[in-house]
């Protein structure tokens, strides 16, 4: 029988309720999904790395076949290291498709044998971005419902 490892890589900062979404189909799907963790992507990100790690986990605790990682270079080095075979991505509207098409078609250009698996959250969440969540929060505004608990939680803490 074959086992498929994915690798489902993002910033996650902070990770949101479309992520855990995405992550329940992912888990459904493959045998394995590693939840990536892209390291020193922004000068000064919300949450550290260690923060980050500690919130998927803590999030993901009931899908016995998610891990989370971390990765610095490019995606298709760790996903080689990862013995993975596909890389799960997250298209919510029009608009992720552009980056997303050629973000893959470089991934395939670099590594053709991984194959990029596209799944859309629920629409719930469809408008729901880490980048959003974390203007909302800066300015002042609710995020309830759109982060996991723990996520909440940790930003409830940053406001003091
Ligand atoms: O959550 P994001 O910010 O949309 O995730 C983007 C991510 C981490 C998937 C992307 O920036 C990435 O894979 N970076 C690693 C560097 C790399 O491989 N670049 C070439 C990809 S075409």
Avoid: C, W
């Amino acid at each position: 029988m074959k086992h498929v490892r994915a690798i489902y890589p993002g910033t996650f900062d902070p990770l949101t309720n479309g992520h855990l979404d995405l992550i329940a189909r992912g888990a459904k799907i493959f045998d394995e999904l590693v939840v990536a963790i892209l390291r020193n992507s922004e000068k000064s990100p919300l949450f550290t790395l260690e923060e980050r790690t500690q919130m998927i986990a803590d999030s993901t605790r009931q899908y016995q076949n998610v891990t989370v990682a971390s990765f610095e270079g490019l995606l298709v080095d760790f996903a080689r290291e990862q013995q993975a075979s596909a890389v799960l991505r997250g298209i919510r509207a029009i608009s992720d498709y552009e980056y997303e098409f050629q973000m893959a078609l470089m991934n395939r250009h670099l590594a053709p044998e991984f194959e990029a698996v596209f799944m859309m959250p629920a629409e719930e969440y469809s408008y729901v971005s880490s980048r959003l969540i974390r203007e909302v929060f800066q300015l002042g505004g609710s995020v309830e419902g759109l982060v996991p608990g723990v996520v909440l939680e940790r930003l409830r803490i940053k406001k003091g």
